[in-house]
């Protein structure tokens, strides 16, 4: 069956570093992977899309990797900053079910000063 | 800036009454959805809509559940007789195109949280 995890349920850094989350998937040929943030008590709110022929994006200080051969999807953030602190969701759709999102679970990310 | 509204915020019923959610999507978005999330749980998929029919929908969403576009701006979800499992929050999101056109970005909004009881 699909299935889409996310590795953390949460990950804990120092403000300044990098934060790594990773999205892995299983039987699931992806179009597009799109990840999302959700702040508790609200709805997720998109930050990126990649498609599946590209290989990297970024956005300030967010960059996103999408591996096909590995079936992973890595999210980057850098010099990561206390208010960043928010659950991350990635989430696939594919070629034949285009408008069908389906969503990880999360990884619920602390900052800490 | 334009936003996805929900009503009611919040609402309690009893078991076994009909319950309808209300939407109101980005008004020049063509595909319209349906997620619920239980309580420390994820965010799951219930239903994609476009063009005035179902165009996903998952496992989830079974006889008890049904969607309606009743005029040009309402999205409706009707569950017809709840059960205690359907306590969840339940949100609406729209987009402009999928992600296989554009960016695919879905816009959520603040969600509907039933309590069954």
């Known amino acids: 069956s699909q299935k889409i995890e996310q590795n953390s349920e949460a990950l804990n850094i120092q403000e300044g570093k990098t934060a790594t989350l990773t999205c892995n998937y299983t039987?699931?040929?992806?179009?597009?992977l799109q990840w999302y943030r959700q702040d508790p008590g609200r709805g997720p709110v998109f930050l990126l899309l990649i498609r599946e022929n590209e290989k990297e994006k970024r956005k300030e200080r967010l960059k996103v990797t999408f591996d096909t051969t590995l079936k992973q999807s890595l999210f980057h953030i850098t010099a990561s900053q206390p208010a960043d602190s928010a659950t991350y969701l990635c989430a696939l759709a594919s070629y034949s079910s285009a408008s069908k999102i389906i969503f990880g679970s999360g990884t619920r990310l602390s900052i800490r000063p | 800036e334009p936003e996805v509204t929900q009503t009611p915020s919040h609402q309690v019923t009893q078991m076994g009454q009909e319950v309808i959610l209300r939407c109101v999507p980005i008004s020049n978005h063509l595909y319209f959805y349906w997620y619920r999330q239980i309580l420390g749980q994820k965010v799951e998929f219930l239903v994609s809509f476009y063009n005035n029919e179902i165009s996903e929908k998952s496992e989830i969403f079974d006889d008890q559940f049904s969607v309606e576009r009743p005029d040009g701006s309402n999205f409706t979800l009707k569950i017809r007789s709840t059960k205690l499992e359907d306590s969840a929050m339940y949100f609406c999101?729209?987009?402009?195109?999928?992600?296989?056109?554009?960016?695919?970005?879905?816009?959520f909004g603040e969600g509907s949280r039933l309590t069954v009881l």
């Open positions: 039987n699931y040929s992806p179009a597009y």
């Open positions: 999101a729209s987009t402009l195109e999928t992600g296989l056109a554009g960016s695919g970005e879905l816009f």
